[in-house]
């Protein structure tokens, strides 16, 4: 594990009971299980507490601005197809501000795998309601409780085009290894939805207790469902949470639907593109 992290970037910043340390590991674990070359391995994250992501793993890894992960990783994918590309962050930043990049890598298959950590709040910048605030939920900026209605992200992802989602809270390691795996060896666009918690900011707004509370909520709050029509895995607060994978499917993508269509028009003279 040491091997694939920035030891001399330990300690980390997240606060302790934090789930982004289970999230981090487990990538790793996955990583390592599907015999993937880490040095034909990129990572990119926005910004925010789960943003840090980058910074601690030993691959080529991109910490870039807020919301735009995924068109980075869009970037990194289109100039080397052959680099297997990681998107770690935050519910905010690929949810809030880079909802139009997630839903459009998502439409076009872009072969990248998207580990979306939600914590239900923007944490790193004090806890203010987020798109995935689930309904009465508190945050800083929703002192009467949250009464805009949440995406719900394996949902979006499926609607939008993504080939394989999932959702794992940071209890199920193994189950959330497995997934992580399964999406890295996907082509095409896979979401794998982490719940995880924030003791800092959500538990203590809502008063919820500890990171342990939480962890203890999700054991005995999640519901496993496989294959579960993802219009019935919306999060309510402090209800039942559905877990599983929901979607593992084909669809062409980006640089398959590209080389097709530029074989159609251009014949013999188009060379595959390989970057
Ligand atoms: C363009 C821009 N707008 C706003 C911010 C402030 N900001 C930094 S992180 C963040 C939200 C982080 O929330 P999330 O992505 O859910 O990550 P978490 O900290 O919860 O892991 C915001 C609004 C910023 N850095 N850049
Ligand atoms: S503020 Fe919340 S999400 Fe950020 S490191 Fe602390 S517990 Fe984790």
Redesign the pocket.
């Known amino acids: 594990m040491e091997n694939l992290l920035r030891m001399d970037r330990i300690p980390h910043i997240w606060c302790p009971t934090c789930g982004l340390g289970t999230v981090l590991t487990a990538w790793v674990s996955a990583l390592e299980k599907a015999g993937i070359d880490p040095k034909m391995t990129a990572v990119v994250s926005?910004?925010?507490?789960?943003?840090r992501a980058a910074g601690y793993l030993k691959v080529d890894s991109l910490h870039t601005?807020?919301?735009r992960p995924v068109a980075f990783a869009t970037g990194v994918k289109l100039g080397n197809p052959n680099i297997n590309v990681s998107v770690i962050?935050?519910?905010?930043?690929?949810i809030a501000?880079g909802g139009n990049h997630f839903i459009h890598a998502a439409r076009k298959n872009m072969d990248i795998t998207v580990i979306c950590?939600n914590?239900f709040?923007?944490?790193?910048?004090g806890g203010?309601v987020?798109p995935t605030t689930p309904i009465t939920g508190y945050a800083t900026t929703s002192p009467y409780g949250n009464f805009e209605h949440p995406f719900n992200i394996p949902h979006l992802a499926e609607s939008c085009g993504a080939v394989y989602v999932a959702r794992w809270t940071v209890l199920h390691v193994r189950r959330l290894v497995n997934a992580i795996t399964e999406a890295l060896l996907k082509p095409g666009f896979s979401v794998v939805e982490v719940i995880s918690p924030?003791a800092n900011y959500y538990a203590r707004i809502n008063r919820l207790g500890t990171g342990l509370d939480l962890m203890k909520f999700y054991h005995d709050n999640s519901v496993i469902k496989n294959g579960e029509d993802t219009r019935n895995v919306a999060i309510d607060f402090q209800k039942p949470i559905i877990v599983g994978k929901f979607i593992d499917r084909e669809r062409p993508t980006f640089l398959d639907s590209y080389n097709k269509r530029l074989k159609e028009v251009m014949g013999d003279k188009f060379k595959r593109y390989e970057g």
């Open positions: 926005g910004i925010g507490c789960t943003g601005t807020h919301g962050s935050g519910d905010g930043d690929l501000i950590v914590n709040i923007y944490a790193m910048t203010q987020a924030c």
